[in-house]
């Protein structure tokens, strides 16, 4: 490929409306162009990586017995109506009416679809395990997409479906996809993608995980632990607390006259945070119904676990005077207002804390919960902290961190093969729902991720498995002598040797074409220039500065030959 047929403009300055580096590099270095919020059209050199991507991905898919089929980007109404998903999820899923008044959908995930494509091919235990596999446009409405291809509407994903007559074969293949996933992220040139337990969300299943590249701008916070393997998406880490124990106090009502907060509180009590009752207020989505929550005054409410443990959607609540709920000076004491109260188990064995007395301008001091509410059942509701102690070693060793979430598997169980009436007739003649595992992984989220992980101030640095290009021949004062016969048969013999070069033989400044090299991040540059060819070299270096070599004319194509297929063997591209 010639630089100058390359369609696409390469340009300094970053966009202002870039809020992360693989957006402003993949914009600048003429990557892709935005066509409406969340959308964007690909020019060459993304595809040709988003391409190899998902080679990578079939070919592992395809070792765990995988089959590739294609299910439709449009489907009707009736499939999601089937699965109850058409009316639980909000406007992410983008609906329409055809010509002819048929309700419709813009597929956003598709196990409705691979349910309806096997479920009179499944009938019987005898078919069964299999799993099927797409990459296939999808859209989701998001209502803030950001960061370039990190989170957008329009996106490529690779999404498979198992079917299984046994949750003992479910967890099995769900291990194998799991090993696959962590080579596909290896082969990629991101091997430093971990695994976390997640939250299965709108997806269904009791076991699910996401696949993260921790980086400072991830979007998910990311709960690890550093004395063991346990690591957890915030919206699934388990939360647990000490509590100190003392000798109890009376419970004592104290007037704390304009003290609406807890720090405001704690201040004017001279208590810790830690030794503070606060209260939380939602609303349910579907009937405005009051849910009141108490929590350690230092803790925040995960309102995934909320959801999860209601089984519906929340707001946060709009209180009212008629509601009986006291704003400010919310407690659980004499709390006689219509609506759901939960308590969360960080208050689990506390003693002497500080509440609201649910009077204003008064709180109570010493509520023991335990002698106050010695029947109540606790929840966990809270998200965790830096230094918190860990549910899998029980040491006070969590950290937390930024990641992009770059695939998840779930273990969907029978969700959708109830609802859609899915049955095998097993060998005993029973008839059964067979059992899903669901996997997925995003193709431009992956390759921005990659971009993120992989570049400096001057462009992406792409692994060879995934690079636009191999080689990046630059060709200097093109018409100083020697310089064209060496760059062009160099150009021609790599690529008769199945190697893909990039050629810049432009008549611009050795500045323009460095910043361009720069921007296409090939990962491995060869710099034809007067002053080398004096030398009777050639100058080999890498994108990632790690090697620097002039090789003489003669063996710069062996040479090079031979560096490329170092670097895929370092991608683990050649087995």
């Known amino acids: ?145 950001r960061a370039g291809l990190i989170r957008v509407r329009e996106f490529t994903m690779k999404d498979a479906y198992s079917f299984h007559t046994s949750q003992e074969d479910l967890e099995q293949y769900y291990d194998k996809c799991h090993k696959a996933y962590e080579r596909i992220y290896a082969r990629a040139g991101i091997p430093e993608v971990v695994s976390v337990k997640s939250d299965s969300g709108m997806m269904g299943g009791n076991v699910s995980h996401e696949f993260m590249l921790l980086t400072p701008i991830g979007e998910d916070s990311i709960v690890i632990c550093n004395e063991c393997d346990y690591r957890a998406n915030m919206e699934a880490a388990e939360n647990i607390v000490e509590n100190e124990t003392e000798a109890m106090q009376e419970l004592t009502k104290v007037h704390t006259p304009e003290m609406h907060t807890i720090e405001q509180v704690c201040e004017f009590l001279h208590v810790d945070a830690k030794k503070s009752m606060k209260a939380v207020v939602y609303q349910k989505n579907s009937d405005d119904k ?115 979430e770059v695939g998840n598997i779930f273990q969907l169980g029978t969700k959708y093969t109830k609802t859609m009436n899915m049955t095998y007739v097993d060998k005993d003649g029973i008839s059964k729902n067979p059992i899903m595992g669901c996997y997925g992984i995003g193709v431009g989220r992956m390759a921005a991720s990659i971009c993120e992980a992989h570049h400096d101030d001057y462009g992406p640095i792409w692994p060879m498995s995934i690079a636009p290009w191999q080689v990046h021949i630059c060709a200097m004062n093109l018409d100083k002598e020697g310089v064209r016969e060496v760059a062009d048969t160099l150009y021609e013999n790599l690529q008769n040797a199945g190697v ?60 090079v030959k031979d560096l490329v297929e170092k670097m895929k063997k370092e991608c683990n591209l050649v087995k």
């Open 500 to 559: 893909e070069v990039i050629y810049d033989d432009r008549s611009v400044s050795a500045g323009n074409k460095f910043s361009d090299a720069d921007l296409l991040g090939v990962p491995v540059r060869v710099v034809v220039s007067p002053r080398n060819l004096k030398e009777s070299v050639v100058e080999v270096s890498t994108r990632d500065k790690s090697l620097m070599e002039k090789v003489p004319v003669e063996n710069a194509e062996q040479y």
């Open 1 to 145: 490929m010639k630089l100058e047929k390359l369609v696409g403009d390469r340009f300094k300055e970053r966009p202002a409306d870039c809020q992360v580096d693989s957006h402003a590099l993949m914009i600048r270095g003429g990557y892709m162009k935005n066509v409406a919020n969340g959308i964007y059209s690909s020019y060459m050199p993304l595809r040709r990586i988003t391409r190899k991507i998902e080679q990578i991905i079939r070919e592992e898919m395809d070792a765990i017995d995988g089959q590739e089929v294609q299910f439709p980007v449009v489907m009707p109404a009736s499939l999601w109506q089937e699965s109850g998903r058409y009316d639980s999820i909000g406007k992410e899923l983008l609906r329409f009416t055809d010509r002819n008044g048929a309700p419709m959908v813009l597929g956003m995930t598709h196990e409705e679809a691979a349910v309806q494509l096997v479920r009179e091919y499944g009938q019987s235990y005898a078919k069964y395990p299999f799993m099927i596999y797409q990459i296939q446009t999808k859209f989701r409405d998001e209502a803030r997409p």
């Open 290 to 404: 009051y849910i009141l929550i108490f929590v350690r005054g230092d803790l925040e409410i995960n309102e995934t676990k909320l959801t999860n443990y209601l089984g519906c959607d929340v707001h946060p609540a709009v209180i009212t005077e008629e509601s009986g709920i006291q704003a400010g000076f919310i407690g659980p004491v004499n709390q006689n207002a219509d609506c759901i109260v939960l308590f969360d188990r960080s208050l689990k064995g506390t003693t002497n804390l500080v509440c609201g007395a649910n009077e204003v301008d008064y709180h109570y001091t010493g509520l023991n919960m335990e002698r106050e509410f010695p029947d109540v059942e606790y929840v966990d509701l809270a998200k965790v902290v830096e230094g918190g102690i860990c549910p899998c070693c029980g040491k006070k060793s969590l950290t937390i961190s930024r990641g992009i």
